[in-house]
């Protein structure tokens, strides 16, 4: 099993930047991605970011694409999200994920990703 737990959320001002941390603990894997997925009230889970764990590439969700930035560090096997410029439809509850068998045509679905955090919640006030 792998355990994610997310942190760094809160509430931050429109504009303004927040980062938000996941730590993954227990069984580790080297392949697949690990991915950051968010929701808001009333509507469904959308897709942020993405990164593959061997070779780093990145993939970003359309409603964000330019502001947020997410890394890893295999060594702490830890994925963070950078994000900047926040807007109030930026708020919702942001989840990390983590898949070992996420094909490169399921990065951006939540099903393909076996683990999940708990979540933590973001709010941009306006």
């Known amino acids: 099993q792998v355990q994610l737990v997310e942190s760094g959320g809160g509430l931050v001002e429109a504009g303004g930047s927040m980062r938000l941390s996941c730590a993954a603990s227990?069984?580790?894997?080297?392949?697949?991605?690990m991915a950051w997925f968010r929701q808001a009230p009333g509507k469904e889970r959308e897709f942020v970011a993405a990164?593959?764990?061997?070779?780093?590439?990145?993939y970003y969700g359309d409603s964000i694409r330019g502001r947020f930035t997410m890394s890893r560090d295999n060594a702490k096997n830890a994925v963070h999200l950078q994000m900047n410029s926040v807007t109030p439809e930026d708020t919702a509850v942001y989840y990390c994920?983590?898949?070992?068998?996420?094909?490169?045509?399921?990065?951006?679905?939540?099903?393909?990703?076996?683990?999940w955090g708990q979540g933590t919640q973001v709010t941009v006030s306006s």
């Open positions: 994920a983590a898949g070992s068998g996420v094909i490169l045509s399921s990065v951006r679905t939540a099903t393909a990703y076996n683990y």
């Open positions: 227990g069984r580790t894997f080297t392949n697949g991605a």
């Open positions: 990164v593959w764990r061997r070779a780093g590439n990145t």
